[in-house]
């Protein structure tokens, strides 16, 4: 199925959907060395520093909870290992 054309160029699904993982990807990269610091700092932030309610940090602290969760279910409960034991 084709996108209609903008700006000259046709997106397609495939090449939407290679474009999600991209974010996808770099998302993960970018907040595995963030998202401790991350979901410790911002309770911090708000509840002892007065900082303002913002729903784009919520929703990033959020994706960096998910990721500690998935983090802690391969490790501990999946036992999934990414090195080789050689």
Do not use: Q
């Not at 993960?28 to 729903?55: A, M, R």
């Not at 602290?61 to 279910?73: R, T």
């Amino acid at each position: 199925m084709k996108i209609p054309k903008k700006g000259g160029i046709i997106f397609s699904k495939e090449s939407i959907l290679k474009e999600f993982r991209h974010i996808y990807g770099t998302g993960i990269l970018f907040f595995y060395y963030l998202k401790w610091p991350y979901v410790l700092g911002l309770p911090v932030l708000y509840f002892y520093l007065d900082y303002k309610n913002n729903w784009v940090l919520n929703i990033l602290w959020l994706y960096c909870l998910i990721l500690i969760l998935k983090d802690i279910y391969m490790k501990f409960i999946a036992k999934k290992n990414y090195c080789d034991k050689n």
